[in-house]
T-cell receptor, first 115, second 111 residues
Framework: ETGVTQTPRHLVMGMTNKKSLKCEQHLGHNAMYWYKQSAKKPLELMFVYNFKEQTENNSVPSRFSPECPNSSHLFLHLHTLQPEDSALYLC??????????????FGPGTRLTVL | QKEVEQDPGPLSVPEGAIVSLNCTYSNSAFQYFMWYRQYSRKGPELLMYTYSSGNKEDGRFTAQVDKSSKYISLFIRDSQPSDSATYLCAMSAGGSYIPTFGRGTSLIVHP
C-alpha cells in the first residue's frame, strides 16, 4: 500500500449506530488530519494531530471522536450521528504541522450516509 | 465575506480549449497558494504549489498569483477530457500553515 488509505470507502449507518473510520498513511508524515467535504461547500477541517497529539479541534460536535494511536494511523469514531453528517470524510497527512503543512496528501475518502 | 471565494461551476469546455479557474481571497496574510485536483470518488491531489506572487508553469498548467488584487488563477492549455475534475484552490498564511480551501470548481472537458 502506498500513500494514504481509508476504510471503509462507503458506510451507511443509522442514527443510533456506532462505527469507526480508519486512515493509514505510508508516507512517514508526522501530521494527520480529518476533513469533512459536503457538496458545494469548502473542505471543513475537523481535527489535526501532530506527532500523535491533537493540536486542533475545529468546534466539532462530540458525536465525532478522533483517535491517533501513532503517527501512521488515525481513526474517527462515530456515534448518534445526524442525517446532516452525511458527507465525504477525508483523511490527509503532511510532513509536519508547520512549513510544508500546505502540501497535504489525501486519502480517497469514506462516503458516509446517515439514515 | 468568506475567506476564499471560488465559483463552483460547472464549467463546460470543448477539448483543446484554454481553461481559466479562479479564486479570490480576503486574508492578506496568505502567502502560500495551492491548487488541488479531485477526480470523482477520489481524494484531492496537489497539482500546483506557489509562494507569494508571480507565475509558475508545469506542462499544460500555469498558476498565477496576484497578491495586490487577492486573486489567483489556474490556466490549463489544450484541455483534455482527462482534465475533467473538481479543482480546489487552497491558501495558507506564513504563521499558520494549515490551508483554507475554496469550494472547488467542477470542470467538464467534452470531446
Amino acid at each position: 500500500e502506498t500513500g494514504v488509505t481509508q476504510t471503509p470507502r462507503h458506510l451507511v449507518m443509522g442514527m443510533t449506530n456506532k462505527k469507526s473510520l480508519k486512515c493509514e498513511q505510508h508516507l512517514g508524515h508526522n501530521a494527520m488530519y480529518w476533513y469533512k467535504q459536503s457538496a458545494k461547500k469548502p473542505l471543513e477541517l475537523m481535527f489535526v494531530y501532530n506527532f500523535k497529539e491533537q493540536t486542533e479541534n475545529n468546534s466539532v460536535p462530540s458525536r465525532f471522536s478522533p483517535e491517533c494511536p501513532n503517527s501512521s494511523h488515525l481513526f474517527l469514531h462515530l456515534h448518534t450521528l445526524q442525517p446532516e453528517d452525511s458527507a465525504l470524510y477525508l483523511c490527509a497527512s503532511s510532513q509536519g504541522n508547520g512549513a510544508g503543512a500546505g502540501e497535504q496528501f489525501f486519502g480517497p475518502g469514506t462516503r458516509l450516509t446517515v439514515l | 465575506q468568506k475567506e476564499v471565494e471560488q465559483d463552483p461551476g460547472p464549467l463546460s469546455v470543448p477539448e483543446g480549449a484554454i481553461v481559466s479557474l479562479n479564486c479570490t481571497y480576503s486574508n492578506s496574510a496568505f502567502q502560500y497558494f495551492m491548487w488541488y485536483r479531485q477526480y470523482s470518488r477520489k481524494g484531492p491531489e496537489l497539482l500546483m504549489y506557489t509562494y507569494s506572487s508571480g507565475n509558475k508553469e508545469d506542462g499544460r498548467f500555469t498558476a498565477q498569483v496576484d497578491k495586490s488584487s487577492k486573486y489567483i488563477s489556474l490556466f490549463i492549455r489544450d484541455s483534455q477530457p482527462s482534465d475533467s475534475a473538481t479543482y480546489l484552490c487552497a491558501m495558507s498564511a506564513g504563521g499558520s500553515y494549515i490551508p483554507t480551501f475554496g469550494r472547488g470548481t467542477s470542470l467538464i472537458v467534452h470531446p
